[in-house]
T-cell receptor, first 115, second 110 residues
Framework: EAGVVQSPRYKIIEKKQPVAFWCNPI?????LYWYLQNLGQGPELLIRYENEEAVDDSQLPKDRFSAERLKGVDSTLKIQPAELGDSAVYLC?????????????FGPGTRLTVL | KQEVTQIPAALSVPEGENLVLNCSFT??????LQWFRQDPGKGLTSLLLIQSSQREQTSGRLNASLDKSSGRSTLYIAASQPGDSATYLCAVKDFNKFYFGSGTKLNVKP
């Protein structure tokens, strides 16, 4: 079974440029999560989807961040414009139905460097 | 808001040693607690998941315990090996949100 796929794995951009990350969850997983992980810290939730619906985006900086999950499968996270402080690893995870007992499966992440 | 703390932040041990990693959380109203492993430049891999009604889970050389009332969990690694070197994170789940600790970076020396 294929795991959570993310691309690109690495991205280097100049500040004020836009950037987008893509995630393909495990087949059949209805719930998808985007996390931000700063160096030496644990992941912090940005947004959670149940199918196509964003059910928790309270931690997403909506002035510059946006996300979508068309057709309830793949998802894209966008930053526009990027700032120096956005340099971090962006992790995508999925779970079967988002029930409290479900475990999350993580992708390898996208490491973003903003210069 | 749930806060998760992991102690120590880093640990270096010789191969073969048994070790304990600690995780504490502030709100005992959790659904489950999960231990993850993260290798450099990679995502998180689930090691053990303990439901709120359970006290411990075991997988091979790993044993995780949960004491909800005191807000503590431990991850016990028996007979450590160099391949165990990684960062270990614990995460508690309340309904549908995970709260992660900052991790313990483990180095097992040959």
């Amino acid at each position: 079974e294929a795991g959570v796929v993310q691309s690109p794995r690495y991205k280097i951009i100049e500040k004020k440029q836009p950037v987008a990350f893509w995630c393909n969850p495990i087949s059949g997983h209805n719930t998808l999560y985007w996390y931000l992980q700063n160096l030496g810290q644990g992941p912090e939730l940005l947004i959670r989807y149940e199918n196509e619906e964003a059910v928790d985006d309270s931690q997403l900086p909506k002035d510059r961040f946006s996300a979508e999950r068309l057709k309830g499968v793949d998802s894209t996270l966008k930053i526009q414009p990027a700032e120096l402080g956005d340099s971090a690893v962006y992790l995508c995870a999925s779970s079967l139905e988002g029930r409290p007992t479900d475990t999350q499966y993580f992708g390898p992440g996208t490491r973003l460097t903003v210069l | 808001k749930q806060e998760v703390t992991q102690i120590p932040a880093a640990l270096s041990v010789p191969e073969g040693e048994n070790l304990v990693l600690n995780c504490s959380f502030t709100d005992s109203a959790i659904y489950n607690l999960q231990w993850f492993r993260q290798d450099p430049g990679k995502g998180l891999t689930s090691l053990l998941l303990i439901q709120s009604s359970q006290r411990e889970q075991t997988s091979g050389r790993l044993n995780a315990s949960l004491d909800k009332s005191s807000g503590r969990s431990t991850l016990y690694i028996a007979a450590s090996q160099p391949g165990d070197s990684a960062t270990y994170l614990c995460a508690v789940k309340d309904f549908n949100k995970f709260y992660f600790g900052s991790g313990t970076k483990l180095n097992v020396k040959p």
